[in-house]
C-alpha cells in the first residue's frame, strides 16, 4: 500500500520560506507524477505543481516566482520549497501521487499537514 | 484558466435515495484527438484527504462502490450515487486535468443526510 507523509515546520513566519518534504513508502517515486496540492478555507482546493521522476516540473502560475519542487529518488522523497510566504500560504499542504501514465488525476494522497504562516 | 462550478454548493438527499451533483467547466475539457473528458470527481470527508472516485469522467477507481457513476461531456458533467449510505456524507470536488497550464478543481458540494 502506498502511503505518504509530509512533514516539515507548521510555523512559519511572514516572509520567509515554507520547505515541506514528502516521503513515499510502499511503492517507488520513479515512472509517476508528483504534486503539491494545498487546501484552505478561502480558497478551496489548488494546485501549487508537479514533478515527475526525472526532475521535470510544472507550476501553477499564481506561485511560479515562489516555489520550487524536487525529487529525491535515491531517498524516495519529493520537496516543496515556498519562499515570501504570506498569511495568504497559510493552508493544509499534501503530498500526491498521480496515476500511473497520468499527469494530474490523483490517487494517492498524504493525510496533509496544516501549515500557518504567522 | 479554466473555472470550475460545481451546484448545488450542498445538498441534503434522504438514505437510499439518490443525489446528484453537478460540475460545470468554463471551457471544454473534451480533448478531441482521443474523445476523453479531462474530468475527474473526489470525495472529501472530514478530517481526511480527498478520494478519487471517477476519472475520465465516468471510469470509477479502483474499489469505488458501483452507486457512484459519472457522466457528462465537454462542460457540463454530473456524479451521481445512485443509493445514498450514510458513509457517503463528504464534500464532493470536480478538478480538470485538460489543463497542462493549471489543474482546477470546482469549490466543493457539502452533501449530507436528511
Known amino acids: 500500500q502506498v502511503q505518504l507523509q509530509e512533514s516539515g515546520p507548521r510555523l512559519v513566519k511572514p516572509s520567509e520560506t515554507l520547505s515541506l518534504t514528502c516521503t513515499v513508502s510502499?511503492?517507488?517515486?520513479?515512472?509517476?507524477?508528483w504534486s503539491w496540492i494545498r487546501q484552505s478555507p478561502g480558497k478551496g482546493l489548488e494546485w501549487i505543481g508537479y514533478?515527475?521522476?526525472?526532475?521535470?516540473?510544472n507550476y501553477n502560475p499564481s506561485v511560479k516566482s515562489r516555489v520550487t519542487i524536487s525529487v529525491d529518488t535515491s531517498k524516495n522523497q519529493l520537496s516543496l520549497r515556498l519562499n515570501s510566504v504570506t498569511a495568504a500560504d497559510t493552508a493544509v499542504y499534501y503530498c500526491v501521487r498521480s496515476k500511473r501514465n497520468m499527469v494530474a488525476t490523483f490517487d494517492y494522497w498524504g493525510q496533509g499537514t496544516l501549515v500557518t504562516v504567522s | 484558466d479554466i473555472v470550475m462550478t460545481q451546484s448545488p454548493d450542498s445538498l441534503a438527499v434522504s438514505l437510499g435515495e439518490r443525489a446528484t451533483i453537478n460540475c460545470k467547466s468554463s471551457?471544454?475539457?473534451?480533448?478531441?484527438?482521443?474523445?476523453?473528458?479531462?474530468l475527474a470527481w473526489y470525495q472529501q470527508k472530514p478530517g481526511q484527504p480527498p478520494k478519487l472516485l471517477i476519472y475520465w469522467a465516468s471510469t470509477r477507481e479502483s474499489g469505488v462502490p458501483d452507486r457512484f457513476s459519472g457522466s457528462g461531456s465537454g462542460t457540463d458533467f454530473t456524479l451521481t450515487i445512485s443509493s445514498l449510505q450514510a458513509e457517503d456524507v463528504a464534500v464532493y470536488y470536480c478538478q480538470q486535468y485538460y489543463s497542462t497550464l493549471l489543474y482546477t478543481f470546482g469549490q466543493g458540494t457539502k452533501l449530507e443526510i436528511k
Open positions: 471551457q471544454s475539457v473534451l480533448y478531441s484527438s482521443n474523445n476523453k473528458n479531462y
Open positions: 514533478t515527475y521522476y526525472s526532475g521535470s516540473t
Open positions: 510502499g511503492d517507488s517515486i520513479s515512472s509517476y507524477y
